[in-house]
Structure formats: structure tokens, C-alpha cells
């Protein structure tokens, strides 16, 4: 025969362990409703800082060795160092893409900085405010870079026909990489010299 | 008069050599080509698919056109014979003392399609005595574009994919001779897929064949002044 007492605690005790059941139920159903919550609040787009306006992205083709003109409706800043480096970022994401026509890795993240400076030598009277672009490639970007004349040809000079295209003001680019000067994007295209942007004209142009 | 005898016999035995070099094969003295096979030593450049550096295909290749050449009778400096270190002035340093008539830079790439030919992005200067190194190939330019047109024409005869460019270089800019850069790409079909890699013999053999017969072309140009 079991004591009264006994049979007392049994009771007791199972009564608590229902109410803790009920309780951790609760409480996990509460955490659960809460990520439900968070995941809701998550951004699925990228916010737009600025309006989108037209640019253009000046891409390049291994298959012919030619540039042609995108029209695209983009987001841009209103610095123009700032707009010029998510124009080279959004050239860079469609070399990026897995189908590209000029496929290099890395995308926007390879443009670490565009600095605007004004144009050194003598003043052109036609564009007495020209500019001189200093685009700082990242390391990671030059050492991913296909090796080759015309791949880092063309990769230079899509880079200097779209800052062209966007930023009439910018009439010469030279290129950085972590900040320092390069000889060379991957072996082969020149880093140390100036390029002219009237030298990097599209030779044709496509409107997705 | 048996001394008479040893002296001439002396005297043709001596001139030997010297007739043998007059031969069909040996090389002209007056129509140099310099053949720069990039990169090399502790530079080697690109990869290729099939895991070949792009110092090892481009030494390949000019060892081929040097024997192309050399049978039609045209003399060839070339930057290098073995797995070696260059700059790209001491390229252009052998180029300039070679006083050659043609400097071909071969490249072998895995981006693109069939050959690619670079000449200078430098715009066209007149020549002087003396030129700024970095820039000397600028009063060669108008020639180099003339090589690149013979070049083109024999490449595209062969049946090859041809893709003409302008670019800056290291090296090819300071060169003083008619300059081009050749770039050897896999060939592809319409579809993009690869019929014939850089590496492979028979299709080295025929761009280099089409080489040849380009500078055997070239040569027969009558020079601009």
C-alpha cells in the first residue's frame, strides 16, 4: 500500500512537469512566431538610394574583340566619383555572370574606389573642365583576371569607354590595384600608361 | 708548284663553310625578323586548358616559325631559346639591335577565337634620330598596320578566325621595327566550341605556316619612306 503522502508528491510532481511542458510549448511557439517575424522584415530587394536613371555600360565581346553599348535603367548616386563606380561595378556584374561574353570573375567588389581628378597637361579649350579618372582594381580582382592581350584589352577599355559614355567630363583613366601601381592587369595590358577615353569607342550598340 | 696546289686546295677547303652559308637555306643578311616568344622563366604567363603555361606554347610556336623562315632564307633573332627570364626592354633592346624589318610578339591566350593581331595603340609620329623609348614605336606604327594587313590576309587565307586590335604593350611599344603581337587562341566552331586548342601541333603548324608566308609576303612590299 502506498503511503497518502506519497501518492501526494506523485500528483504534485506530475502536475508541475504538465505545467513546464505547457510553458516550454508556449515559449517555443513565441520564439517561433518571432522569426517568422524577422524574416518577414528581411529587405528581398536592394534599397534604392536614387532614382534610376538611363546609363550606359560600354561591355566587351571575346567572340570579335568588339564593345558594345547597353542602355540600362540604374540607380546612380549623385557624386560623380561615386556614380562612376557603380557603373564600372555594374560592368564588372556582367562579366561576373555565368553567360557572359567576356568572362571574368568578381564583379562589382573588383572597382575598390574611382577617384575624379582634374585632367594634368595642357587645357584643351573644347573641354576646358576635363577630368582624369583613377580607378583602384583590388589585387583579388587583377590576380582572377584571364591572362591575355585581348581579354585585358578589352576589359580596359570597356572600363574607359564607360566612363565615357556616362561622364563626358572624364577624358583620361589610369589604373591602381590595392592602391599602388601595376605593369600589368594580368601579364599582358599595359597599367603604367594614360588612357584616352576617345581612344575606347564601341563599335556597336544593343538595347536589352 | 705543289705549294701552288696545297694553297689552293687550302683556300677551297677554307671557303667551304662560306658556301654552305650562300645556300638557298642559309638566311639573308639584309631582311631581318625578330621572333619574341613572351613571357618565360619565372613569368609564365597564362595557363591553357590543357594545364600548358603560356611561356612553354609560345616558345613552341617561334621555334616553328624559326625553322619556317630560316628554310625560305630569312634571317630571325629570336629573344629567346630556352625556359628564360626577360624583361620587356631587353626584348625590345634585341629587337632594336637586330635592325630587324618585321618583330613578331607571340602570345598564346585560352580568351577568344583564332588569332588575335595587336599593333601599337600609339598614335603615328615621324621618325628622328632619336625616339623616346617608351614611345619609339609610334614612327613605326603606319608599317606595323601594313604588317598587320599581310598578316591578316595570309592568316585568313589559311582559314583562320582573325581579330585585329590596337593595345598597349609592354615592350612592343619601344620596339623600332614594323611591330605586331599575335595572339594564339583555341579555334572555335559557330557555336563557341573549342575544334583545336593553342597547344595543339596541327593547328600551331598551320597558324605558323600562314605566318611564314606573311613575312615571305611583307618582304616583297616596297618599304614607305
Same mark, same amino acid.
Given at each position: 500500500?502506498?503511503?497518502?503522502?506519497?501518492?501526494?508528491?506523485?500528483?504534485?510532481?506530475?502536475?508541475?512537469?504538465?505545467?513546464?511542458?505547457?510553458?516550454?510549448?508556449?515559449?517555443?511557439?513565441? $520564439?517561433?512566431?518571432? &522569426? @517568422? +517575424?524577422?524574416?518577414? /522584415?528581411? %529587405?528581398?530587394? *536592394?534599397?534604392?538610394? !536614387?532614382? #534610376?536613371?538611363?546609363?550606359?555600360?560600354?561591355?566587351?565581346?571575346? $567572340?570579335?574583340?568588339? &564593345? @558594345? +553599348?547597353?542602355?540600362? /535603367?540604374? %540607380?546612380?548616386? *549623385?557624386?560623380?566619383? !561615386?556614380? #562612376?563606380?557603380?557603373?564600372?561595378?555594374?560592368?564588372?556584374?556582367?562579366?561576373?555572370?555565368?553567360?557572359? +561574353?567576356?568572362?571574368?570573375?568578381?564583379?562589382?567588389?573588383?572597382?575598390?574606389?574611382?577617384?575624379?581628378?582634374?585632367?594634368?597637361?595642357?587645357?584643351?579649350?573644347?573641354?576646358?573642365?576635363?577630368?582624369? +579618372?583613377?580607378?583602384?582594381?583590388?589585387?583579388?580582382?587583377?590576380?582572377?583576371?584571364?591572362?591575355?592581350?585581348?581579354?585585358?584589352?578589352?576589359?580596359?577599355?570597356?572600363?574607359?569607354?564607360?566612363?565615357?559614355?556616362?561622364?563626358?567630363?572624364?577624358?583620361?583613366?589610369?589604373?591602381?590595384?590595392?592602391?599602388?601601381?601595376?605593369?600589368?592587369?594580368?601579364?599582358?595590358?599595359?597599367?603604367?600608361?594614360?588612357?584616352?577615353?576617345?581612344?575606347?569607342?564601341?563599335?556597336?550598340?544593343?538595347?536589352? | 708548284?705543289?705549294?701552288?696546289?696545297?694553297?689552293?686546295?687550302?683556300?677551297?677547303?677554307?671557303?667551304?663553310?662560306?658556301?654552305?652559308?650562300?645556300?638557298?637555306?642559309?638566311?639573308?643578311?639584309?631582311?631581318?625578323?625578330?621572333?619574341?616568344?613572351?613571357?618565360?622563366?619565372?613569368?609564365?604567363?597564362?595557363?591553357?586548358?590543357?594545364?600548358?603555361?603560356?611561356?612553354?606554347?609560345?616558345?613552341?610556336?617561334?621555334?616553328?616559325?624559326?625553322?619556317?623562315?630560316?628554310?625560305?632564307?630569312?634571317?630571325?633573332?629570336?629573344?629567346?631559346?630556352?625556359?628564360?627570364?626577360?624583361?620587356?626592354?631587353?626584348?625590345?633592346?634585341?629587337?632594336?639591335?637586330?635592325?630587324?624589318?618585321?618583330?613578331?610578339?607571340?602570345?598564346?591566350?585560352?580568351?577568344?577565337?583564332?588569332?588575335?593581331?595587336?599593333?601599337?595603340?600609339?598614335?603615328?609620329?615621324?621618325?628622328?634620330?632619336?625616339?623616346?623609348?617608351?614611345?619609339?614605336?609610334?614612327?613605326?606604327?603606319?608599317?606595323?598596320?601594313?604588317?598587320?594587313?599581310?598578316?591578316?590576309?595570309?592568316?585568313?587565307?589559311?582559314?583562320?578566325?582573325?581579330?585585329?586590335?590596337?593595345?598597349?604593350?609592354?615592350?612592343?611599344?619601344?620596339?623600332?621595327?614594323?611591330?605586331?603581337?599575335?595572339?594564339?587562341?583555341?579555334?572555335?566552331?559557330?557555336?563557341?566550341?573549342?575544334?583545336?586548342?593553342?597547344?595543339?601541333?596541327?593547328?600551331?603548324?598551320?597558324?605558323?605556316?600562314?605566318?611564314?608566308?606573311?613575312?615571305?609576303?611583307?618582304?616583297?612590299?616596297?618599304?614607305?619612306?
Amino acid at each position: 500500500m502506498i503511503p497518502r503522502y506519497q501518492r501526494v508528491i506523485l500528483i504534485v510532481l506530475l502536475a508541475a512537469s504538465l505545467a513546464m511542458a505547457g510553458i516550454l510549448w508556449h515559449l517555443r511557439q513565441r $520564439a517561433h512566431q518571432r &522569426l @517568422l +517575424a524577422g524574416e518577414d /522584415s528581411a %529587405p528581398t530587394q *536592394a534599397p534604392e538610394v !536614387a532614382p #534610376a536613371e538611363q546609363a550606359t555600360l560600354v561591355a566587351a565581346s571575346d $567572340a570579335d574583340g568588339s &564593345l @558594345l +553599348a547597353q542602355d540600362r /535603367s540604374l %540607380p546612380l548616386p *549623385a557624386d560623380p566619383g !561615386a556614380r #562612376a563606380r557603380v557603373l564600372l561595378g555594374k560592368l564588372l556584374d556582367l562579366y561576373a555572370a555565368p553567360d557572359a +561574353a567576356h568572362p571574368v570573375p568578381g564583379g562589382a567588389p573588383g572597382i575598390a574606389q574611382v577617384f575624379l581628378l582634374p585632367a594634368p597637361g595642357p587645357k584643351d579649350p573644347q573641354t576646358p573642365d576635363a577630368e582624369l +579618372a583613377v580607378v583602384n582594381l583590388t589585387g583579388a580582382f587583377a590576380a582572377s583576371h584571364p591572362s591575355g592581350i585581348e581579354t585585358e584589352s578589352l576589359t580596359v577599355l570597356s572600363i574607359c569607354a564607360t566612363l565615357r559614355a556616362n561622364l563626358p567630363r572624364v577624358t583620361q583613366v589610369r589604373f591602381l590595384v590595392d592602391g599602388q601601381p601595376r605593369p600589368t592587369l594580368a601579364g599582358h595590358a599595359d597599367l603604367t600608361r594614360t588612357y584616352l577615353t576617345a581612344d575606347a569607342v564601341p563599335t556597336g550598340g544593343t538595347t536589352p | 708548284m705543289r705549294w701552288i696546289e696545297r694553297a689552293l686546295a687550302c683556300a677551297a677547303l677554307a671557303a667551304l663553310p662560306a658556301a654552305a652559308q650562300q645556300s638557298p637555306a642559309a638566311p639573308s643578311a639584309h631582311f631581318v625578323v625578330v621572333l619574341d616568344a613572351a613571357h618565360g622563366g619565372t613569368d609564365p604567363g597564362g595557363r591553357l586548358a590543357g594545364g600548358q603555361a603560356e611561356k612553354a606554347a609560345t616558345l613552341a610556336l617561334s621555334v616553328r616559325l624559326r625553322s619556317l623562315l630560316a628554310a625560305r632564307g630569312i634571317a630571325v633573332v629570336t629573344t629567346r631559346e630556352s625556359d628564360t627570364t626577360l624583361d620587356p626592354n631587353s626584348r625590345a633592346a634585341i629587337a632594336n639591335h637586330a635592325k630587324a624589318q618585321v618583330c613578331l610578339s607571340l602570345h598564346v591566350s585560352e580568351s577568344g577565337s583564332g588569332v588575335h593581331l595587336f599593333v601599337s595603340s600609339l598614335a603615328p609620329a615621324q621618325s628622328s634620330l632619336f625616339l623616346p623609348w617608351k614611345t619609339a614605336q609610334a614612327a613605326l606604327v603606319t608599317r606595323s598596320l601594313a604588317l598587320a594587313g599581310a598578316l591578316n590576309a595570309s592568316l585568313q587565307h589559311a582559314g583562320l578566325n582573325v581579330t585585329l586590335g590596337r593595345t598597349s604593350l609592354p615592350g612592343l611599344d619601344s620596339m623600332t621595327c614594323p611591330a605586331v603581337a599575335v595572339e594564339l587562341a583555341p579555334e572555335r566552331a559557330q557555336d563557341g566550341t573549342v575544334t583545336a586548342e593553342p597547344d595543339d601541333a596541327d593547328y600551331r603548324a598551320k597558324a605558323a605556316a600562314a605566318l611564314a608566308a606573311a613575312v615571305l609576303e611583307f618582304r616583297l612590299e616596297p618599304r614607305q619612306p
